[in-house]
């Protein structure tokens, strides 16, 4: 390398770093241009997309009653064993939903359960925050009342 | 140089060669399983003479999670949300390859718009997926604000996902004749707005980086990979096209509608980094052209063709292949009767790129290592599956 070549380089490396630091500075300069979410202090007005699958839910209506039937195909399709849907018998001797035991800790979320759902009786919610203290919080019973 | 065999010194495991004739002693450093320029958990054994590489040896299995082996305990509907978690930057194409192999095994057809909006879907991925690149390479190289820029520019696309997919991530959005859901009405309008605003990052990109001299120089002649080596080992992908190997899925066996699609497959002539770079920089570009052509031919009609209440894959093997943003990917299915496969074995590229690593380094100082191993892009999870 001549002495020109190695001038050119030092001061052509220099050049081309500050036109790549005018970019820095301008986004420095720009704030409004940033995607980042304020989270968690924009916490009250977040919404996810109506399509995010967070944990499933079970929605019930106002007289806390649900679509579940209690069939399994939901316990068949998950590929993680994440659901157990434990039937029992009620007092006209009809097979309906006992508890429906969901185990979010081994569940990955992909919603292949809600798809298999021929009643829509569960659905994946639009909570993201799933972190528990203990691990007892991840076993839930989705459905409010027993043997309906 | 001159290469000889192992015979007067214990080698730890995996290294081939001893070289003698010099007075400076070897020493054997670790890099990984935790270090950030590894880009995951993988492991690195250097062999280092001063601060030139002399061998490097990846170890593997930090990540290993045995998919394959949990395939065979689960339906094809099942595995397809697992493969989301091989390459977690190419889960589209991942769900892809694996929906060509069981559409052919079945006879099931695919919608025009179906075809349509997997084209769309799996090259915003690829875009994603290079941003990614662009991102981690400027990082590794000590340009930081490419890492910001280049995950802002991916988050357009992540959001897109998001509002379409209903995930970030793990989208395991396609399914056999199609994907799980319609996209919505203003979905061509939406993947627009993001092309334009990736466009623009683009040009940014260019005067930051592309355009820097530091940058040409730190990457330029490092980690030259002869075009007989790249094929040799079993490279794809830029990796392979950066060699000037012109060897692309879309264009060599087309899948989907790609044959109907203009673009163009960039090619690298010395096959160093640099070239590596540039080229997945272009293909950024030429994916936009394809999302342009596809948006403005968006058709309507239904999305998937008629569901079947389960997947039997009639008793043989069945394949399924993809160009993945590293390369390609693709899926080979042993069905016996029944819903579940009794052998599904995946072709993942960054392990086969991963080969490459070491003729490339030799020689090259340790600074180069990591630029070497950012060129590869590797994803680790899609290694050890
Ligand atoms: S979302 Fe997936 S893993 Fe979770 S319970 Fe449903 S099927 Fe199982
Ligand atoms: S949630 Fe749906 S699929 Fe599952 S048991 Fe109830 S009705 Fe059946």
Known sequence: MTLRERFSMVFGGALSMFKGMAVTGHWLSHPKGIVTEQYPENRKTLAMHPNFRGEVVMPHDAAGEHKCTGCSLCEKACPNGSISVLNTRNLAGKKVLGKYLYRLDSCTLCALCVEACPFDAIRMGQNFELARYDRSGFELTLNQKEGR | MELVPATDQALPPGFL????????????????????????????????????????????????????????????????????????????????????????????????????????????????????????????????????????????????FDAVCGSRLTMNFFRPGGSVRDVPEDFTDRVRAVCGKVDAMLAEFDRLLTGNLITKERARGIGVLPRAEAIALGCTGPVLRGSGVDFDLRKKAPYGYYDRFEFSVPLGEAGDSWDRYLIRMEEMRQSLRILEQACRSFPGGPYRSKEKPAYRLPTGTWFGAVETPRGVFSTWIVAEKGEKPWRIHSRSPSLANLAALNPMCVGHKIADLITILATIDPVIPDMDR
């Open chain 2, 17 to 160: 060669t001893a070289r003698s004739g010099r007075a400076t002693e070897e020493y054997f450093i670790n890099m990984g399983p935790q270090h950030p320029s590894t880009h995951g958990v993988l492991r690195l054994v250097l062999r280092l003479d001063g601060e030139t590489v002399v061998e490097v040896v990846p170890h593997l299995g930090y990540i290993h999670r045995g998919i394959e082996k949990q395939a065979e305990a689960q339906t094809y509907l099942q595995y397809l949300h697992l493969t989301d978690r091989m390459d977690y930057l190419s889960s589209h194409h991942n769900n892809h390859a694996v929906c060509l192999a069981i559409e052919k095994a079945m006879g099931i057809g695919v919608p025009e718009r179906g075809e349509y909006i997997r084209i769309i879907v799996d090259e915003l991925q690829r875009i994603q997926s290079h941003l990614v690149f662009f991102a981690c390479f400027g990082a590794d190289l000590g340009a930081l604000t490419c890492i910001l820029q280049g995950f802002k520019a991916r988050e357009y696309i992540t959001d897109l």
